[in-house]
């Protein structure tokens, strides 16, 4: 858990400081720093709420169906949004509609939420294999930080994100 809470705030440390240094109007940093500070803050009240609890990491089917529909999510949307040319939107929510239809509920999240990594660019996700590399490692993400952010707003963006950088390093280390 604590790799996890590390692991979130580090990427919204990242974006703030991405958004920092493109921006031109520093009041829209401004804010978004003081927003950043009382997210980072109500995380680790949050946090601290979850230390008591004994939670392991279990791996059984409902892990393996995780894995297996955030693979499908972000290898799909991938290919509706590049190979077929559909564009970004229209493959998240093609995805999106149809994990709502075919699948429960909490399964149908995790396909959308996984479906955001396959909205990547080109530059971003060069390729199907990349794009199934990143859906194993959001499966990932979303297995071991489940209890992170239970209640609190934000976390199919956030996971997405660090998803998509942990993606993105692998491929230039490996490149």
């Known amino acids: 858990m604590l790799l996890g809470l590390m692991a979130f705030i580090a990427t919204g440390g990242g974006l703030i400081i991405s958004t920092a240094a493109n921006e031109e109007n520093f009041y829209k ?3 978004l720093i003081i927003f950043g500070c009382f997210f980072a803050i109500s ?21 393996l169906y995780v894995l297996i529909c955030s693979f499908i999510g972000v290898t799909l949307t991938w290919f509706i949004n590049h190979e077929m040319g559909y564009g970004a939107v229209i493959a998240n929510g093609l995805v999106g509609v149809m994990a709502a239809i075919f699948l429960p509920n909490d399964l149908a999240g995790i396909t959308y939420t996984s479906s955001f990594v396959g909205m990547s660019s080109l530059a971003v996700i060069p ?8 859906g194993l490692i959001v499966g990932l993400i979303l297995l071991t930080t489940v209890e992170i952010y239970a209640g609190i707003g934000g976390k199919g ?3 997405a994100a660090l998803s998509t950088i942990i993606t993105k390093t692998i491929i230039r280390i490996f490149s």
């Open 43 to 63: 995380l680790v009240d949050h946090f601290k709420n979850l230390i008591g609890r004994d939670d392991k990491i279990e791996v059984n089917k409902k892990s």
């Open 29 to 31: 940093t401004e804010i």
């Open 127 to 134: 390729s199907m294999g990349a794009a199934a590399l990143g």
């Open 157 to 159: 963006g956030t996971t």
